[in-house]
Every structure is written in C-alpha cells, then in structure tokens.
C-alpha cells in the first residue's frame, strides 16, 4: 500500500478500536493494540502491535486481515512497554566533565536515564532528555537538581550539573506526541559537542539508526514502523498508562557497531538521542521499549519524532 493509504486506513481503525474498546470497559489510555505503517519492499503495511493476548485483540487482528488482506497487515507482540528508567547492574557510568550527550544523568529524585543532547532556547542552553527522567514525568518542579551521574549511578548533591527548566506535559486521557523535558545548565559546566548533529531528518521507515545511551552505549537498529498511534506505555507508580501517537519503532537486530545481535536499547537508555546511522542527522528521542516483538526476539524500541520533541520545546539543537 501506499503510505496515504495507510494512514487512512489507519484513522478509519483507530475510531474503531476506540469505540471496541470502550465498549468492552477499557479506559481510553489503554487500548488494545497500536497502530502505524511498516515499511516493505514495495510500500506500507499497517503494523498493528499489541501488548496482550485476548478475545478482543483477536477479534480485532482477525477482522483486519480479512478486510485488509493478510499480507498489508504487519502483527507483532510486543508485550508491556515500560518507560526505559530502571538502570541495570553493568555498565553504570560514572561522572563525566565536560559532560557527553549518551551519559548518566537524572532528577535528584530518581534512578538514571540519558543525556540526549544540549539545545538552545530563547538564547540559553539545556540539557534535553525526556520528561521521565529529568522531571519524573512531570511530578517535579522547575528548579528541582538534575545530577551527572544519576543518583542510581552514584551521583550526589556534588554531581548537580543544572536544574529543571521546563517539561511538556502529559495527557493522560489523551494521545501524547513527546516525552521531553530540558534542564538549565549550571555555570561553569561545559559540554562535549564535538560529536552531536544539529540537523535532523524525517524517517520514511526502513532506516539504519543508531543510539548512544548509558545502560547500552553505542548500538544500532532499524526503523521498522513509523507514524505509529496508540503506543500505550507504563510510567509506574505516580503516572501509570499514559498513551502515545505518531512515535517511531525501532527494532535492535543490528545490535551492536559491530554487527553483533543484540537490543537496540534497555532500561536507563532513555533519553538517548536517535539519529541516522554512520553519524547521521537526529531523527527521534528514545522514550520506550517492550518485552517483545522486535526482530531475533529483542523486543522493540519507541522513539518520539525529534523535530516534534523540538517544536513542543521551541528549540534547536546545538552541535
């Protein structure tokens, strides 16, 4: 299918699922499954992802292949879908002066997520990373001590290198575009630039990304869906489900720099600027990530949009 047709076809199911949805008791921010076009050889299919087996997914799953036909319609489970906050056991870093977007860093309060990349705003200069991590998705007030390394990575009061500026707010009885937040540098800390873009670049599905985030360091993937709607993710305890559209999914079977399978992200990896391979243009703001569904079983990835990231924060990356 053309991608037009895709994105009718996916408007068309999306008020269905909804009004299914409804029906069988479930809240708006839950729904069955996402929506979005997976690229192929020639074309889009409708990816459909769903994070639990049941009567109404079934259903639903079924309907659309006979409506649609078989092979325009992408189906995976992906299980749950956890923002990417709990740090692992390996690969903990430590304190990094002058800092490098992809290091440690978090709220006081928290765990550790991922320096994305230092943006100008209005004249000034932030620290971007997602809501989740520097402003707990929202339940922290500007002026609250961002620290680098987080504070599951060891980091102090000692370690404060900003302090939350601002973040977008998320809807929970709505369809959220980005997960962002920005943090005010201190005087005095500097940043490494030397390898952040400042341009960016819209996806068509099917690129090479890659990503360099604290918990997995440098690795790669492919863009296996785009534009995808009703991606319903868990921000634990204080937010719950919260509901995401227009993200972009990214499959980790690349692995890797070398090659080597692996996943494209993991827990603390959020924050993680995305960008086009071999040092490309930015192309999203790594958020997500599921138990399953991605390519060799290494579940999958979700991205916000970078230039929607951008749009919401009137910002501009600087590199």
Not at 114 to 124: K, P
Not at 173 to 186: C, E, F, I, K, M
Not at 236 to 260: I, K, N
Not at 283 to 304: H, I, K, M, P, R
């Amino acid at each position: 299918m053309e991608l037009g047709s895709v994105r009718e076809l996916k408007q068309s199911w999306s008020t269905r699922v909804t009004a299914r949805a409804a029906t069988a008791g479930q809240a708006p921010s839950a729904g069955p499954v996402a929506l979005g076009a997976a690229p192929r050889a020639s074309g889009y299919a409708l990816a459909v992802r769903y994070r639990h087996e049941g009567p109404l997914v079934a259903r639903l799953v079924e309907q659309l292949r006979d409506e649609v036909g078989d092979r325009e319609v992408d189906v995976r489970r992906i299980g749950p879908v956890r923002a990417l906050t709990t740090p692992t056991a390996e690969q903990l870093q430590g304190r990094l002066r002058p800092l490098v977007p992809g290091c440690s860093i978090c709220h006081e309060a928290d765990t550790a997520g991922t320096l994305g990349a230092v943006v100008d705003r209005d004249g000034g200069r932030f620290l971007l990373s997602n809501s989740h991590v520097l402003a707990r998705a929202g339940l922290a007030a500007p002026g609250d001590a961002v620290l680098q390394p987080g504070p599951a990575d060891g980091g102090t009061a000692q370690d404060r290198v900003g302090v939350l500026e601002t973040s977008v707010p998320l809807d929970p009885d709505a369809g959220n575009r980005v997960d962002a937040a920005l943090a005010r540098l201190d005087a005095g800390i500097e940043v490494d630039l030397s390898a952040s873009p400042s341009a960016t670049a819209r996806l068509d599905g099917d690129e090479l990304v890659e990503k360099l985030g604290r918990t997995t360091g440098l690795t790669r993937g492919r863009v296996t869906a785009i534009e995808v709607d009703d991606v319903v993710v868990d921000f634990g305890d204080g937010v719950g489900l919260l509901r995401f559209d227009g993200q972009v999914e990214v499959s980790g079977s690349a692995g890797g720099p070398d090659g080597t399978p692996g996943p494209f992200s993991l827990g603390g990896d959020s924050g993680s600027l995305v960008r086009l391979a071999d040092a490309g243009p930015a192309v999203g703001l790594l958020f997500a990530g599921s138990e399953a569904g991605g390519d060799d079983g290494f579940g999958l990835t979700f991205c916000n949009v970078i230039d929607d990231v951008l749009d919401e924060l009137g910002a501009i990356l600087v590199g």
